[in-house]
């Protein structure tokens, strides 16, 4: 058996402390190619084992977190991890970068390419722009190529990835007026964060509720559309007319989206409603599924008479997408599930570190759903 001295890549996890790291170590535990040798975390967990903080690590991983400090992180890892409240990553990538470290980034900083953009929606100033260039969205089944080339990673949002994944395979075959998307997407309480204590966040208040937030403005909706966007191969379909909806004919591309709260620790259910540029059965419509992900290691495209359940992907890095067509107002439904913290966040960042390394994209993934 290979030992732990014997892996090539030594990563960190920056913001160690979180759902998100504390899910990034369980993952590297058990692959063959990484070996996690540096967490950080402020304050009064720094000096603490990321055991102590997440006794279910116990025997795991038992690394102490440490105050980050670039050259001392730079001389440990060839990969960092980063897993900070927005904005954080701002100054810090920069120093990883300039130190030959590849990063990538589980937080917002880099996923929209317009500077404009983040600092409407995240109300940040981005003191970075510059690197942006530099940044590739890690959405594996769409920008595969460029993310094995990349040195920066903007991992996707956990709602952005379900709904992306739903959504991109029908803009991409021009099968969807763009102007009409509606996604509505219910996550449980893991996607608010470990530190998110605040009033309606308490089990009394969540348990037996289930409610909308952030409606209108929830700051995923502009990663939605960036991503749908990059899902555009051609502005005309194959008979040379205008798609309705397509922004070519000056129509804005903008989706609706409204977000929910599940009183569940993790999963996200999102079902997204588009009406159909022609007439279309539900037969073909995963077929359009199928023709994109039949070969994609971690979607899984369900039976036309089956959609999926959060049930049947939590604890794994699968994405399962089921469609069916609503003949009578010739609308198309796709619905999608993951678990907000392996496909949403750890497990596809490690599975972009894997692309990244030249690594099998499935190593450290291969971990079945949880059921019950």
């Known amino acids: 058996m290979e030992s732990m001295s014997e892996r090539n890549l030594r990563v960190g996890i920056i913001g160690a402390s979180g759902y998100g790291g504390a899910e990034l170590a369980r993952l590297l535990a058990t692959h063959a ?9 402020s ?49 810090i990538v920069p120093q990883l970068l300039e130190r030959g470290v590849k990063v990538i980034d589980l937080g917002a900083d880099f996923r929209l390419r317009d500077v404009a953009e983040y600092q409407t929606w995240y109300k940040l100033e981005h003191s970075a722009p510059e690197i ?28 952005p990835t379900s709904a992306i994944l739903a959504l991109a ?27 998110s204590f605040g009033i309606g966040m308490h089990f009394p208040e969540l348990h037996g509720d289930f409610k909308a937030y952030n409606v209108g403005a929830h700051r995923h909706t502009p990663e939605i559309e960036q991503g749908l966007r990059d899902a555009i191969k051609s502005i005309r379909p194959s008979d040379g007319s205008t798609v309705s909806g397509h ?40 077929e359009i599924l199928f023709h994109h992900y039949n070969n994609e290691p971690f979607v899984r495209v369900c039976n036309v008479d089956e959609l999926p ?44 570190m894997n692309l990244m390394s030249g690594f099998d994209e499935t190593d450290g993934l291969k971990l079945a759903p949880l059921f019950p």
């Not at 000096?47 to 730079?74: M, N």
């Not at 094995?148 to 903007?154: D, M, N, P, T, Y």
């Open 169 to 195: 395979p029908f803009v991409d075959h021009a099968a969807i007026e763009l102007n009409s998307i509606i996604v509505d997407a219910a996550s449980g309480t893991s996607g608010a964060g470990r530190s």
């Open 247 to 286: 922004p070519e004919n000056g129509r804005t591309f903008a989706i609706s989206f409204t977000a929910h709260l599940l009183p569940i620790a993790r999963g996200i259910l999102s079902t997204c409603y588009a009406n159909l540029v022609n007439e279309m059965t539900a037969e073909t419509a995963r």
């Open 132 to 159: 942006l260039a530099q940044a590739i969205y890690g959405l594996p089944e769409w920008n595969r190529a460029s993310i094995k080339s990349a040195k920066l990673v903007a991992n996707p949002g956990c709602y």
């Open 33 to 41: 190619r990484a070996e996690l040798v540096a967490a950080t975390a």
């Open 309 to 352: 359940q959060i049930k049947h992907v939590a604890g794994s890095n699968f994405c399962d997408i089921g469609v069916k067509v609503d003949a009578r107002t010739n609308r198309l439904i796709v619905v999608s599930a993951i678990d907000n913290l392996i496909k949403g966040a750890a497990g596809q960042a490690v599975q972009n």
């Open 43 to 91: 304050g009064e967990r720094a000096g603490q084992k990321l055991s102590d903080l997440f006794p279910s690590l116990r025997g795991v991983c038992d690394i102490a977190c440490e105050e980050f400090e670039a050259d001392t992180f730079a001389a440990k890892c060839g990969l960092a991890f980063l897993a900070l409240p927005h904005g954080k990553a701002l100054t």
